[in-house]
């Protein structure tokens, strides 16, 4: 799933309340699937669908003479089984069918259902962050908004799928499928499985035949429909799809042009073959969440959809392609057997984008990733919560930083411990065991042990049925007279178990490492040194998911950032370097040597916390961030480079920002155009006024910006769009401030369309971010908003008040 930046954790306080908690199972198995025949066509006026479903079950056990099928929000036409007419009773979403005779295990019945599906009725909390999971989706279906292409398309984790179709809705549930849809002409068709025919139909429709022989469960199937182009790729034989809109066609292998080398590199690292008959990827308009792991047919949301500036920048949307590819391992291939053990999918996932970025980009990027990974979980206020959880009060609270993040960082350690070679052996075993199946932790526990020889009981116990983490002190003791340092590790809280490597460098290229394994309150361990130690680096290989409090010295510091390798030890003592410009020249020298840095990142930081007001010489600076600012092979540090040469206000570089606003890269041209507003307002506002709507929106950040310095009125509902973006998803202090007071001013004025718009902003991104509480976060918020227009003068208060109590009951509904 796309991730929360942490500025927008540090707000976040409430967190679901322990009561009520109940203990879940996995769901009791009477009766399994085993074939899913649909026929559907679609009611646009009513948005609803009109079905008939085709299910082959079995008893699971023991012998039974009915079934019951999950179906939420239907109307029941006809129910058959082995085409004669059986007593049914459906109530409280459930069709209940008698069979007519006791079947036993291994006997197979047919239950046919006629039914229409009403998803606007339908009231439940969904997994993708909504409060309405209605499993299928209208998209303008009545062609009113110009501004959007009429779609529809399906979300049916965690049990939604029986919101379009009748099914056993549980996780643990697998079946084969084939779907008969029937679609006006002029639209475009996506299921799981292969597309085996299209027959055309006198009234203007068409009927697309999708049919899928291996099994896969209920949540993961998967109909979407609208105009798309569809941009062709393969791999090996099979056939490898991206929809996306029209406007987009030309970018989507810039998009998604990586996905037959990950399909490869993910079929190498697990020792199973892609196991699947295609692989499409689909982009749709005001999708839940991020993007969703349909077997062979995965759904983005549209801002999966970027533009050509965007992608010179960065492909922001690069790991989700990989978390949601991996995922038919991990989730489609082998399915937690209920949603308690959801870690078994969604934490392979998550660690997928790590294990693509190590191979694809190199350990700096996959390090900066799980950092970033690490610090969500750790800010998220989730210490009290078990990876594997059959206590919840709700499934879809196991769709959280726990499960994803957490659960990532943990399949770190555990690698580190077995090794490469066991771990992902291990992978392949538990694949192997269970595939088109079902699992629990357990399972991957037993398969890691059967290929390691190692007990991995205590690993599983702390890590996957406890909570919490590391939290250590470390202090060291110097016996200067024996060459001796004892480092000692102390756990004031919880106390956990496990090795940790801690580097001794007596000197630039004379290191020690010693291996030391911790499993106490208080833990020493003694080294002998021939030189006094410059640099002691405790978690040299920056594995563990801890919040360590180790006091360095900022030659520490130094001498780190000059001999320790990893992306962290730089980073983390860049950090701490910056502080101290104004009081060392030495500090200021390694932010310098920082620009020179083989990662674009540390650069990065270096540009942004640069002191160029301090009392050395900063001459040489500023050439060195002159020819960052137009050689430097990465456009994002280029772009930092030309915000550092902004704040100098000197007319000199005017014509550098002007040349830059004429860059394809979008990064560039925004951070020339904030800096060029910097030294000649007036030149910067004319070229905001040339640029098209579209333009507009690719540099939203710089425009609104300068919007909102300008206290331009007449752009107010521009700036509404935008505010939220600038108050919580950048960790820059001042523009914090500035949209800060953006919100307060849209929040008083009387501009209908600017309420409406940051209404409608505080809705999606509290859907969007459900699992951080952000939707609490934004129903008080409006609620200010309020607050703030009952006090005011203006005339149509009431009806801005409106606008917001709607915002906050779709957010509290």
Request: glycine content about 4%.
């Amino acid at each position: 799933m796309k991730k929360i930046i942490l500025a927008i954790l540090l707000l976040i306080s409430v967190q679901l309340e322990a009561q009520n908690k109940v203990y879940q199972p996995e769901r009791e198995k009477i009766n399994d699937l085993v074939h899913t025949k649909l026929k559907v066509d679609f009611n646009f006026q009513k948005s609803q669908l009109n079905g008939e479903a085709w299910i082959t079950l079995q008893p699971h056990f023991y012998p039974t003479n009915k079934v019951t099928l999950d179906a939420k929000s239907f109307e029941i036409k006809e129910v058959k089984v082995n085409n004669v007419k059986y007593g049914f009773n459906y109530t409280d979403n459930e069709l209940t069918i008698e069979l007519g005779k006791v079947y036993k295990k291994g006997e197979q019945f047919e239950v046919y259902v006629k039914y229409i599906a009403k998803p606007e009725e339908i009231t439940q909390k969904g997994s993708k962050s909504i409060t309405d999971a209605k499993g299928l989706y209208f998209i303008d279906p009545k062609e009113e908004d110009p501004n959007k292409p009429t779609q529809i398309w399906t979300q049916g984790e965690t049990e939604s799928s029986s919101c379009w179709f009748p099914t056993i809705d549980s996780p643990n549930q697998k079946s084969s499928q084939e779907i008969y849809m029937t679609v006006p002409s002029k639209y475009v068709t996506l299921s799981n499985g292969t597309l085996k025919s299209q027959t055309n139909n006198t009234n203007g429709t068409r009927t697309d035949y999708w049919k899928m022989d291996q099994k896969h469960a209920p949540y993961l199937f998967f109909i979407g429909v609208g105009e798309f182009s569809v941009v062709k790729d393969t791999w090996k034989n099979i056939n490898v799809d991206y929809y996306v809109e029209k406007e987009y066609e030309s970018v989507a292998k810039d998009i998604f042009g990586n996905t037959p080398e990950m399909i490869t590199f993910f079929s190498d690292i697990t020792g199973i073959q892609y196991p699947w008959d295609k692989y499409s990827q689909i982009v749709v308009r005001d999708f839940v969440s991020g993007a969703m792991e349909n077997t062979t047919a995965v759904v983005h949301a549209e801002d999966a959809q970027q533009k050509k500036g965007q992608l010179i920048d960065d492909n922001e949307w690069e790991g989700t392609i990989a978390h949601e590819l991996f995922h038919h391992w991990f989730g489609d291939l082998v399915t937690t057997e209920s949603w308690a053990n959801l870690t078994v999918n969604e934490s392979f996932a998550t660690y997928s984008v790590y294990l693509w970025f190590e191979h694809k980009y190199g350990k700096d990027k996959a390090a900066a990733h799980m950092y970033e990974d690490a610090q969500t979980y750790l800010q998220s206020e989730s210490e009290d919560k078990n990876l594997v959880r059959f206590y919840y009060h709700d499934r879809e609270d196991m769709f959280d930083t726990v499960s994803y993040q957490k659960g990532n960082a943990i399949l770190h350690m555990l690698r580190d411990i077995l090794g490469d070679e066991a771990f992902f052996q291990g992978m392949n075993l538990y694949l192997t065991e269970h595939k088109f199946g079902t699992a629990e932790a357990h399972d991957l526990r037993l398969a890691l042990e059967k290929v390691s020889g190692k007990d991995l009981n205590w690993f599983f116990n702390q890590w996957y049925f406890g909570n919490g983490h590391i939290k250590m002190n470390v202090t060291y003791d110097y016996n200067t007279i024996n060459n001796k340092v004892t480092v000692n590790i102390n756990q004031p809280g919880k106390v956990f178990k496990f090795p940790i490597t801690i580097d001794v460098y007596e000197d630039a290229g004379i290191k020690n490492a010693y291996n030391v394994w911790v499993d106490s309150e208080q833990n020493s361990s003694t080294f002998t040194f021939n030189k006094f130690p410059k640099l002691i680096n405790v978690d040299a290989k920056h594995v563990l998911l801890a919040e360590i409090s180790d006091k360095k010295t900022l030659e520490n510091y130094i001498f780190q950032f000059n001999n320790a390798k990893h992306y962290l030890d730089r980073r983390l003592a860049l950090e701490e370097i910056v502080k101290n410009q104004q009081t060392s020249k030495e500090a200021y020298e390694t932010v310098l040597k920082a620009f020179n840095d083989p990662y674009f990142e540390i650069r990065k930081i270096a540009l942004d916390n640069i002191d160029l007001f301090q009392k050395y010489n900063k001459k040489d600076a500023i050439v060195k961030i002159e020819s960052l600012a137009q050689k430097d092979k990465s456009t994002i540090v280029q772009a930092a480079a030309l915000k550092v040469l902004g704040k100098l206000l000197d007319p000199i570089y005017k014509p550098l920002f002007e040349r830059g606003m004429e860059n394809p890269s979008y990064a560039i041209t925004g951070a020339s155009l904030t800096s060029l507003y910097l030294i000649d307002k007036q030149s910067a506002i004319n070229k905001v006024n040339t640029l098209d709507k579209d333009v507009k929106e690719s540099l939203a950040d710089a425009v609104t910006t300068i919007y909102i310095s300008e206290k331009s009125k007449e752009n107010l509902p521009f700036i509404a769009n935008h505010v939220l973006k600038g108050m919580f998803l950048n960790n820059d202090e001042k523009l914090q401030q500035l949209y800060g007071g953006a919100f307060k001013w849209i929040a008083e004025s009387d501009s209908k369309e600017a309420i409406s718009n940051l209404t409608d902003s505080f809705v999606k991104l509290g859907n969007q971010y459900k699992k951080y509480n952000f939707d609490k976060m934004a129903v008080n918020m409006l609620n200010q908003m309020v607050q703030m227009q009952l006090l005011s003068s203006n005339k149509n208060k009431d009806e801005l008040m409106l606008i917001l109590k709607t915002g906050i009951s779709k957010l509290i509904e």
